[in-house]
Structures are given as structure tokens and as C-alpha cells.
């Protein structure tokens, strides 16, 4: 990842691809599903997931990021 940092800074969507085709593989190698890899599935009947915060003016991002403290990714 280090090493993909380096490259073409502006080209964020290929090194994204990159790095979830890195995250497969491991995950394939380790015959999980890549939720589990990563530690994401189910726990206690309760699924774990993600919540984006849209950028912003910065007091409503800090307002946006305080009303999804519930959301642990």
C-alpha cells in the first residue's frame, strides 16, 4: 500500500480498484469472504457496516459525524 501511495496521485479509482483486488485475494487465499477477512461480519445477530459522511461545510460534517457515532466503519 506503501508503494501504491507513490504512484499517480491523482489517480485515486485505479489505486482503490488495486487495493480491493489485493483484499480479495487475500481473502480468497484465507477462504473467507472478505467480511469476515476483514473482520466485518456477524456478531451477536447484528451486521456491521458502513456509513459515509458526504464532505461539507465543517460543522455540519462534525454535526453528520456525531449523529452516526452508532456506526463503527
Given at each position: ?9 491523482q489517480?485515486?479509482?485505479a ?19 472478505i ?39
Amino acid at each position: 500500500m506503501k508503494y501504491l501511495g507513490t504512484l499517480s496521485p491523482q489517480d485515486m479509482s485505479a489505486k482503490c480498484a488495486f487495493n480491493i483486488a489485493l483484499l480479495d485475494g487475500a481473502a480468497k487465499r484465507a477462504k473467507k469472504p472478505i467480511y469476515d477477512f476483514l473482520g466485518l461480519g456477524f456478531r451477536e445477530n447484528h451486521h456491521v457496516t458502513s456509513f459515509t459522511i458526504g464532505i461539507d461545510m465543517p460543522d455540519v460534517i462534525r454535526q453528520k459525524v456525531l449523529a452516526a457515532a452508532r456506526y463503527p466503519v
